[in-house]
Every structure is written in C-alpha cells, then in structure tokens.
C-alpha cells in the first residue's frame, strides 16, 4: 500500500514558478511516478512521468508544458517534485501525484494522491 500526500500549490502570477512535492509512504523507489492536473470542466490529463532509478532516468513530457516543467525524485527521502517554470493562466488546476501500474501510462495508475491546486493569474 503506498500513500501519497501533495504539497506546494498556491495562487501565483503568470511568468511565475513553483515547486509541487508528492511525499510517498510505501515503496516507490521502483516504480513509475507521474505528474497529472485537472482543470475546472475538464478531464483529468497527464503532465509528466519519470522512470526507477535502476539504470537511467528517463523523463517525459505533455506538449503543453515541454520546456517549462521538471519532473525529479529523491529517493532516499521517497519524494517526487515538478517544478513548474514560466506559469501560464491554462495551468491552473488541481494537480495530482501517482504511481503508474507499470511503464506505459494507458496500463493505468496504481494510487493517487488528493491534489494540490495551483492557481495562476494573468
């Protein structure tokens, strides 16, 4: 069983950064963790992922935020972070951390967290 529990969100400006965190409890240090965000009226979507440390890190990215956005983990402190560069109002949403089921995002996720909201203004 693995808990996860989101930090960092806020109200910010356009142009603005922050730093989301997602503390894990349980094992995670092998798994696939991601990066999702839903906006008011819309479906939840996929933001970025990063692979298990085991070998290299791989890292991928929506479009709609490739260049500004960087997913990293700390394994020793079981934490995962995006850190959100050059915000832009269509970022607002809440977000949510998660454990993938296995590598390919369509195989689904195994556990979520409850979401931080970010809001950005213009």
């Known amino acids: 069983q693995v808990k996860l529990v989101e930090s960092g969100g806020g109200l910010v400006q356009a142009g603005d950064s922050l730093r989301l965190s997602c503390a894990a409890s349980?094992?995670?240090?092998?798994?696939?963790m991601a990066w999702f965000r839903q906006a008011p009226g819309k479906e939840r979507e996929f933001v970025a992922r990063?692979?298990?440390?085991?070998?290299?890190?791989?890292?991928n990215y929506a479009d709609s935020v490739k260049g500004r956005f960087t997913i990293s983990r700390d394994d020793a402190e079981n934490l995962v972070h995006l850190l959100m560069n050059n915000l832009r109002p269509e970022d607002t949403a809440v977000y949510y951390c998660?454990?993938?089921?296995?590598?390919?995002?369509?195989?689904?996720?195994?556990?979520w967290g409850q979401g931080t909201q970010v809001t950005v203004s213009s």
């Open positions: 990063i692979s298990p440390r085991a070998t290299t890190t791989y890292e």
């Open positions: 998660a454990v993938l089921r296995r590598m390919r995002l369509s195989e689904g996720v195994d556990y």
């Open positions: 349980g094992v995670t240090y092998n798994r696939y």
